[in-house]
C-alpha cells in the first residue's frame, strides 16, 4: 500500500442503531480531487471487509485518477475507513473503546453521510461499493435517496444470507478457538468463499509445494499471514458483525419499499458477479427486481473477489453511471442560463 495522507472527521458523539452512544469519533478517509463550484461532482466509495480509506492508492488505484474512469480532475472522489475498522476510523481496534457496541451498515453510512454534508456536497455523482461495502451503498440509497444521483452496489445483497452469516460464524468460532491464529485461518476460509474453484483447478492443480505440501495450501497460508500483518481481530469480529445485521428492509416496510424510493429519485445499479460463492447473482438479481433497479453482471473465473480484480469491467459499469449521472446536472445548469 502507497503511503499517502489520511484526513480526519471528528464527532463529539454518535448514536449507532442499537441506542449505545459513541464519544469523540474519529472517521478516517482521503479525498481526491476537488469539488467544483456547484458541490455536485463528490463519488462516494465504500470498502470491502478488510479494505482501507485508500481507494486510489490501493485496492482501486486502477480506476481512480488523472483520466482514469474516476477521474480526480472531473470529479472529487470520497473513500473513508469505516466505522469498526481498524485504519484509522474508531473501532475496537482502540482498547480503550473495549468492549465495542455492535454496529450495522446503517451505522457505516449514517457516519459517512455527515462527513459529507460537512464537506458541503450538495449532491453526489456516484455512490458505490462492494461486498460489505456494498451494503453500505444500498443502506445509503435507502438512507438518503434524494442525495445521490447513481448508487452501484457490487456483489452485495439486501440482507445478509443464511450461508453468509453461517461462514461468519464458522469464522468467529475459529477466532475463539485458534487463538494467535485464528485470524490467518479464518482469511483462509473466507478465501474459499471469495474465490471459485475453477480458478485453483487452474491455477494450482495439484502441483506441490515445499511449504504446506500444496501449492493450492500455500497460497492459503500466504493470505492468512498477509492479513494478519495487516489486521485487528477485533475489528474484523466487529466487521463480521456488521455485515451479519444487514438487512436494508429492517423497519422499512420490506425490500420493495426499502429501495424503491432511491430508484424513484436516482438511479440504482445491482451488480451481481457469475459463479459467485459467497453472494449469487440470484441474491442480487432479488433485490434489484424487487426495487425495479438495473442489473448488470460481471463475468470472471475469480468469483465474489472479482470486483477488484476485473477492473476493466468494473471501469465500464462506473462509466456509464457517471455519464448517466451527469446528465440531469448539466440539462439543469443549461436551463438556469
Not at 14 to 43: K, P
Not at 166 to 175: E, G, N, T
Not at 198 to 206: D, P, T
Request: net charge negative; with cysteine; aromatic share 8%.
Amino acid at each position: 500500500m502507497s503511503v499517502r495522507t489520511a484526513l480526519a472527521q471528528h464527532v463529539d458523539h454518535f448514536e449507532l442503531e442499537s441506542g449505545a452512544v459513541l464519544r469523540d469519533v474519529r472517521q478516517t478517509y482521503f479525498l481526491d480531487g476537488e469539488l467544483n463550484a456547484s458541490r455536485d461532482n463528490l463519488i462516494v466509495i465504500f470498502h470491502a471487509l478488510t479494505g482501507s480509506a485508500d481507494a486510489a492508492g490501493d485496492w482501486w488505484r486502477g480506476l481512480i485518477g488523472p483520466g482514469r474512469t474516476l477521474d480526480t480532475e472531473r470529479y472529487a472522489v470520497l473513500c473513508t475507513n469505516l466505522l469498526g475498522s481498524c485504519y484509522g476510523t474508531t473501532g475496537p481496534w482502540e482498547a480503550e473503546r473495549l468492549p465495542f457496541p455492535a454496529i450495522t451498515p446503517r451505522d457505516q453510512a449514517r457516519l459517512i453521510h455527515g462527513l459529507v454534508h460537512e464537506l458541503g456536497a450538495e449532491s453526489v455523482a456516484l455512490a458505490v461499493g462492494g461486498s460489505l461495502g456494498g451494503m453500505v451503498a444500498l443502506e445509503w440509497a435507502a438512507s438518503f435517496p434524494a442525495l445521490t444521483r447513481t448508487t452501484v452496489s457490487l456483489a452485495a445483497p439486501a440482507a445478509h444470507t443464511a450461508s453468509a452469516i453461517a461462514w461468519s460464524h464458522i469464522q468467529r468460532r475459529i477466532l475463539d478457538a485458534a487463538g494467535a491464529e485464528g485470524l490467518a485461518i479464518a482469511r483462509m476460509v473466507a478465501m474459499m468463499t471469495y474465490r471459485t474453484p475453477e480458478e485453483f483447478e487452474q491455477r494450482f492443480g495439484r502441483e506441490t509445494a515445499e511449504v504446506d505440501g500444496y501449492q493450492v495450501a500455500s497460497y492459503l497460508s500466504h493470505h492468512g499471514r498477509k492479513l494478519t500483518a495487516r489486521f485487528d481481530t477485533a475489528s474484523y469480529l466487529t466487521l463480521l458483525g456488521a455485515m451479519d445485521a444487514h438487512d436494508v428492509a429492517r423497519g422499512r416496510g420490506g425490500m420493495a419499499e426499502a429501495l424503491g424510493t432511491a430508484t424513484g429519485r436516482g438511479r440504482l445499479i445491482g451488480v451481481g458477479i457469475a459463479g459467485d460463492r459467497l453472494y449469487s447473482e440470484h441474491d442480487v438479481r432479488t433485490w434489484v427486481e424487487a426495487a425495479g433497479a438495473e442489473y448488470r453482471e460481471i463475468r470472471s473465473i475469480y468469483g465474489h473477489d472479482a470486483f477488484l480484480l476485473e477492473l476493466e469491467q468494473v471501469a465500464s459499469i462506473l462509466a456509464d453511471a457517471l455519464e448517466e449521472s451527469m446528465v440531469p446536472v448539466l440539462a439543469s445548469k443549461r436551463g438556469s442560463k
